[in-house]
């Protein structure tokens, strides 16, 4: 399964990018990020490109611990497909209502040990 990851564009979100990333890896689904690609100037090609990842995407998991616009966007496109989303919060953050309003699952996670734990288990298949 093809799992783009949304998250805000920060050097904070860094290591629970790659957290989410190695982490998807070992379930055996396909990780993809937009903040991987090269930087694209031209914001209507950034956004042709952003969205067509979303249309080849099976789910979405999108990090709403902060505030993100093109990670909303991403959620909103998402959502109008049809396709699942699950939407993680630390349980720090405020937990967006407008997010929890599409998301099909809600995981809030105290550190990235429990974050591992509980979407290893949404993400492998069940026996």
Do not use: W
Request: some cysteine; glycine content about 6%.
């Amino acid at each position: 399964m093809k799992i783009f990851i949304a998250i805000k564009s920060s050097e904070r979100d860094k290591p629970i990018l790659s957290t989410l990333k190695e982490m998807i890896n070992s379930t055996g689904h396909e990780p993809y990020t937009f903040l991987d690609e090269d930087y694209i100037a031209n914001e209507k090609e950034l956004m042709v490109k952003a969205l067509a990842k979303v249309k080849e995407s099976d789910l979405l998991v999108i990090d709403g611990s902060q505030d993100s616009l093109g990670a909303g966007i991403e959620a909103g496109y998402f959502y109008s497909l049809g396709k699942p989303i699950i939407c993680l919060f630390n349980k720090e953050a405020k937990v967006s209502r407008t997010l929890s309003g599409i998301s099909n699952q809600i995981v809030i996670y105290q550190d990235f040990e429990d974050l591992k734990s509980k979407l290893t288990s949404i993400l492998l298949p069940k026996q």
